[in-house]
């Protein structure tokens, strides 16, 4: 039987709904493990957004592949920088997550439910 595919999979929305922004020193080469600092632009003195995500409309983050509400993947996701980390799924672990309901209404997409994470959900 094949994996259950993750429901962030057939999502992305909150990759391209967000400024996802952090402190500079996370991208490399500072921090090795974050994101090349091409894929940053500076928003404020101190912070870089992934590039795509800071400002007007049609966010999309530039490391996103895929189509939004289909298929994506993260083309730097072993090196997301901390914003991408902490958001979770709603449903998750169990708690609801308004960022992502919010991530995913913006794409007309509808809130996660428990039942997208139990056995055969995908
Ligand atoms: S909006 Fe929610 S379901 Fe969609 S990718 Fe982000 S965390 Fe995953
Ligand atoms: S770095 Fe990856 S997880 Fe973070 S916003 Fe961009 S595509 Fe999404």
Redesign the pocket.
């Known amino acids: 039987m094949a994996a259950p595919i993750?429901?962030?999979q057939?999502?992305?929305?909150?990759?391209a709904?967000f400024r996802v922004a952090f402190h500079w020193s996370e991208s490399a080469p500072h921090s090795p493990s974050g994101p090349d600092e091409a894929l940053t632009v500076q928003v404020r003195p101190f912070e870089v957004a992934m590039r795509g995500t800071e400002a007007g409309t049609a966010l999309r983050c530039v490391a996103l592949q895929g189509d939004v509400g289909r298929a994506?993947t993260c083309a730097i996701y072993d090196r997301r920088p901390s914003p991408c980390r902490a958001?979770?799924?709603?449903w998750?672990n169990g708690e609801p997550?308004p960022?992502?309901?919010r991530?995913?209404a913006r794409h007309g997409?509808p809130p996660?439910t428990p039942a997208d994470f139990t056995t055969g959900a995908g």
């Open positions: 993750h429901p962030c057939r999502c992305g929305a909150c990759c709904a994506v958001l979770q799924a709603a998750e997550s960022q992502c309901d991530a995913r997409l996660l």
